[in-house]
């Protein structure tokens, strides 16, 4: 029997898919009896999963009036890198003197998974997205400083890292893979300039690497 935790699962998992490729639109409201009869399930996962993703920044809540879809734009998206790319340099330079073996693992084990998936043809980008986030999430961890990781989780957030990284090519997150194991290789050296200028480098190629509006 499927569960009512399983059932609000799928429903999360569907309607981010249908925000990511831009099915729901944003600014677009998101009735829960609409969406329940779309889905075909009750109203209780559906307004289970829209909570859920009102916290993970994919929705925001507008009392007697639905659920609306964030807007995200190409600038969105370059600023996020932006910020990220200075943030995420400092903190990986921190990182290089203060992981900790068990984290040096997970990180290979994390980039490791990431070519499997990739090489996959179960390849997907919500389990791609996933495993990034855990990935720079570690890094941020392994800095060791409360204000910078509160400054870090704004721009790491679920649905900032997931619709920042959308719609890559293969040979653009093959790159990104490259360099998640660039930076890997710099932390088990303890080398912080070269974590740090590795660390810059991948996220503002991720940058270049986004897929351009159809009328740019």
């Not at 059932?7 to 677009?28: K, M």
């Not at 289970?48 to 993703?53: K, M, S, V």
């Amino acid at each position: 029997m499927t569960t009512m935790e399983s059932v609000t699962d799928q429903v999360c998992s569907v309607i981010r898919q249908r925000i990511l490729s831009a099915e729901y639109a944003g600014g677009e409201f998101l009735q829960e009896q609409s969406l329940a009869e779309a889905l075909d399930v009750s109203i209780t996962p559906v307004h289970e999963a829209l909570r859920r993703l009102a916290a993970a920044g994919w929705v925001e809540i507008i009392p007697y009036r639905g659920s609306r879809v964030m807007p995200w734009t190409q600038e969105d998206a370059f600023e996020v890198f932006e910020l990220r790319a200075l943030l995420e340099s400092h903190a990986v330079r921190r990182s290089a003197i203060r992981i900790r073996p068990p984290q040096l693992r997970r990180l290979e084990a994390i980039v490791d998974a990431e070519y499997e998936l990739l090489n996959s043809q179960a390849f997907s980008h919500e389990r791609q997205s996933e495993l990034n986030l855990e990935f720079h999430e570690i890094i941020m961890a392994a800095a060791c400083s409360r204000r910078l990781q509160r400054s870090l989780e704004t721009v790491l957030h679920d649905a900032v890292s997931a619709r920042s990284s959308y719609g890559l090519d293969h040979v653009a997150i093959k790159k990104s893979l490259d360099e998640h194991w660039q930076i890997v290789d710099a932390l088990k050296a303890g080398d912080s300039d070269r974590a740090a200028d590795v660390m810059h480098t991948h996220i503002m190629s991720v940058a270049r690497g986004q897929p351009q509006p159809a009328d740019s």
